[in-house]
């Protein structure tokens, strides 16, 4: 806290329908007492239940559509007959369009298999879709739109001029050959190309899809469309257009959100220990550059379970088993001797019984629950950093804040992969590369500034310090401008 600066000895936080009352110290947020209450402008608790009502079997979609909703209450209250008379929140949380569609391939024995692919294009009021594909057993409508909805805010708060999409299939890269990958990349590709182009609709990675997947994805592009669009895709590999230091952006990008917000509550980051699930694109390079920060990261997991190593993990271990051998976390240990492997038993997934004082959940949607959380708290866990999108359930959000743990939410603080891909799509415009260290630069100044965007909404709307609400309202106040702007369509 700056000195100077009005410092109100209480505040009222509202998020997922519940007001909190807090009280303001330098570092972090402690709790004094808490309520739970209804939202309360009738507008918005009406399309917050008629959305529900619609969407009755996609849970995802709806957890993170009333978590942004419920956040931005003061935002609606000052707008409600604007807002109201546009429909404008009724057409927020309506994707422009959802395509699904069948994706046959042949596998290595020559049997036809059948996956289901989509693309969800939310919402393009402030740029062409943009948001990552994923190639998972368990995609379905629901996962696509809860992604495609976060990725609408997240794109606003990068400043950067991209709308909100995602997609995927339930296809499992995992065990397949590289030629069954291939195929099925193809047979994707044939349906996904009409819907998609540099100016239209520009799809990326996410899990199960990382530089191989996006290379057969390119290839079939450009062989059905005859054209090299080298903006209709991010992520690809250097060689044919893609950027220096977008590997490594949504992980950096969350370390440089979680710095600039300690740095706010005046936290140091050497010396620090540190958690990360996950051992994919996001979670290896937070840990590098955590490492690089001075923090012990301790633990890492995939989804069979976890490693433990208290000297601190060996990052370059960790990306020659996953980048390499596209091997499994517990791998690890057969090469450090110290390091302990924990297999999953189904119930708190056992990297977060593991004490640290930093949190980045890099994996999935949906892995900190408020029974991981209270274990997180009781540890001693000062701040967490979504990496992944929607990793910890509104409920840990809130006992979080409610116990003065600092929370980065992924909107914004993950948002340093989007934001790369977006620089990757200026660089193809302009055919023309920068240097690694330019792109790593402008992401280092754009992670800065949305750690400031969501810190300026969160005091103007009198949520001081609470990271989820500012991210909300800063990216809906602008993307509520650009919808209004554009009529109503
Ligand atoms: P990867 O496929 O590279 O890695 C995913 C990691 O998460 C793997 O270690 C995987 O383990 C683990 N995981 C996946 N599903 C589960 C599960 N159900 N339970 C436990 N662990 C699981 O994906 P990314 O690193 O790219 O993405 C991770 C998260 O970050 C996702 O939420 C994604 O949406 C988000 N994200 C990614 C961005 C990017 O640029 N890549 C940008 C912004 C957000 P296993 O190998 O065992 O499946």
Not at 200 to 222: K, N, S, T
């Amino acid at each position: 806290m700056q000195t100077g600066e009005h410092k109100p000895p209480f505040l009222f936080l509202c998020y997922n329908h519940a007001q909190i009352k807090v009280q303001i110290k330098p570092e972090g947020i402690q709790k004094v007492s808490n309520a739970v209450l209804e939202v309360k402008n009738p507008y918005l608790a009406e399309v917050i239940e008629k959305t529900k009502a619609k969407n009755a079997n996609e849970p995802e979609f709806i957890q993170a559509m009333e978590e942004v909703l419920s956040t931005i209450e003061p935002v609606v209250d000052k707008h409600k007959d604007e807002y109201q008379k546009n429909a404008l929140l009724e057409r927020l949380v309506e994707p422009e369009r959802v395509i699904s569609f069948r994706v046959p391939w042949i596998d290595d024995k020559g049997q036809v298999q059948v996956n289901r692919g989509y693309r969800v294009q939310f919402n393009g009021s402030i740029g062409p879709y943009k948001g990552g594909l994923r190639f998972h057993p368990s995609v379905n409508q629901s996962i696509l739109k809860f992604l495609g909805f976060e990725q609408i805010f997240k794109n606003a708060l990068t400043g950067l001029p991209i709308g909100g999409g995602k997609g995927g299939s339930d296809f499992d890269p995992k065990g397949k050959s590289d030629n069954e990958v291939m195929r099925f990349c193809q047979s994707f590709m044939n349906e996904l190309q009409k819907h998609i182009g540099q100016d239209v609709d520009v799809p990326a990675g996410d899990i199960g899809v990382g530089a191989r997947e996006i290379g057969y994805l390119f290839g079939q592009y450009r062989k059905i469309r005859n054209v090299y669009e080298a903006g209709v895709l991010t992520g690809k590999g250097l060689e044919y257009g893609g950027s220096l230091a977008r590997k490594e952006a949504t992980g950096y990008g969350l370390m440089y959100f979680m710095r600039e917000m300690l740095k706010e509550h005046k936290i140091e980051l050497n010396g620090k220990t540190a958690i990360i699930s996950g051992s994919g694109n996001v979670a290896i390079y937070a840990a590098e550059k955590a490492a690089e920060y001075g923090i012990k990261v301790v633990a890492m997991s995939d989804s069979s379970g976890c490693v433990y190593d208290k000297d601190g993990i060996n990052i370059e271990t960790v990306k020659f088993i996953k980048e390499i051998e596209r091997g499994r976390i517990k791998e690890y240990v057969e090469q450090h001797k110290g390091a302990e492997y924990f297999e999953n038993d189904g119930s708190v997934p056992p990297i977060y019984k593991i004490k640290a004082d930093i949190i980045l959940p890099c994996a999935t949607q949906n892995d900190i629950n408020l029974e991981t959380a209270k274990i997180l708290v009781a540890n001693g866990a000062i701040a967490v950093g979504e990496g992944a999108n929607m990793p910890t359930t509104p409920d840990a959000i809130n006992y979080f804040l409610e116990n003065g743990v600092l929370f980065a939410p992924g909107k914004a603080a993950n948002a340093g992969g989007v934001a790369t891909s977006a620089l990757e799509m200026v660089q193809n415009s302009m055919r023309f590369y920068w240097s690694y260290e330019e792109v790593n630069q402008k992401l280092d100044i754009i992670m800065t500034k949305i750690f400031a965007r969501c810190k300026a909404s969160a005091y103007e709307y009198g949520v001081k310090d609470n990271y989820v609400a500012g991210a909300n309202i800063a990216a809906f106040r602008k993307i509520a401008r650009a919808m209004k702007a554009q009529g109503i369509i």
